[in-house]
């Protein structure tokens, strides 16, 4: 009786995202398959036939797994610090960490887009101190949108890596020292192996928030298509909504085999989980 009550209560949910998230997607990728009551595979065949489309898939996928991992290797030295510090200094700086997101992308990217212009504030200061002599074409480059999303999404992976790394013990690290491992040697082999999970829970969502990503590549990237703005402009400038959904349908593959991708390598790295 317990079991049927509680499964009662999440009804609600389940029906919920059944209707409103489920059954769009279904839709949405069935009509790439019978876009006329028959089934065809002349979408697929059309865009991984095209060079065009596959630059702009292999644009995007560059830039996401760039993004992510510059997250990692800038935000695990922030997370660790964090986590080692008292509770109220933690807090402090948790919310430091967190207050960016409270800003929307659209102000975020106009900020970068100031910095990072011919006339920016990166080429005056570079060009101030004799370093540069004609300014940096670094707007609406793919870089420029690596940087956007690396300001947009690296609180997740901070957040993220606190909440794992604040829960390793430190007596690990003495127990490893006390054996003749090094510091540094003490923290790969300890610490890394014990933050994979939340290495892989931030790397997806990092992943995922740079392949859909559509504010900060439209407004740095300019005419440098990611899937994102592609699909957008199929969808609405050109109202071509069977290309839209295909390109819809291709997001999410590549989504989920890139998740099942990450989560083999952290059973990999941490078998034990």
């Known amino acids: 009786m317990k079991k049927t009550y509680i499964y009662l209560l999440l009804l609600p949910g389940l029906l919920f995202l059944a209707v409103f998230m489920l059954m769009p997607i279904l839709l949405t990728i069935g009509s790439t398959f019978f876009p006329e009551g028959s089934f065809t595979l002349g979408g697929y065949m059309q865009f991984f036939k095209d060079p065009y489309f596959l630059k702009i ?146 790397s997806i969502l990092v992943f995922v928030g740079s392949l859909t990503a559509y504010t900060t590549p439209a407004l740095l990237g300019g005419k440098q298509l990611v899937v994102s703005t592609f699909l957008y402009q199929n969808a609405i400038t050109l109202n071509d909504w069977y290309s839209a959904s295909v390109i819809a349908t291709i997001m999410i593959v590549v989504t989920l085999a890139v998740i099942a991708l990450m989560n083999a390598v952290a059973n990999k790295l941490n078998p034990k989980g």
């Not at 794992?164 to 020292?177: F, H, Q, S």
């Open 57 to 202: 898939l292999l644009t995007t996928l560059r830039v996401s797994l760039v993004t992510t991992a510059m997250c990692v290797i800038v935000g695990f030295p922030v997370a660790y610090y964090i986590s080692r510090q008292s509770p109220r200094t933690k807090a402090v700086l948790l919310a430091l960490a967190i207050f960016p997101l409270l800003t929307s992308p659209v102000v975020r990217s106009f900020s970068w887009m100031i910095i990072l212009g011919k006339n920016g504030l990166l080429n005056r200061s570079l060009s101030a101190l004799g370093m540069i002599d004609q300014p940096l074409e670094i707007l609406y480059t793919p870089a420029a949108m690596m940087i956007g999303m690396v300001h947009l999404f690296l609180p997740l992976i901070v957040i993220t890596l606190v909440g794992v790394l604040e829960n390793i013990d430190p007596d690990l690290l003495k127990a490893a020292e006390s054996l003749g491992a090094s510091r540094l040697k003490a923290f790969f082999r300890v610490v890394v192996p014990l933050s994979v999970p939340g290495l892989i829970v931030g």
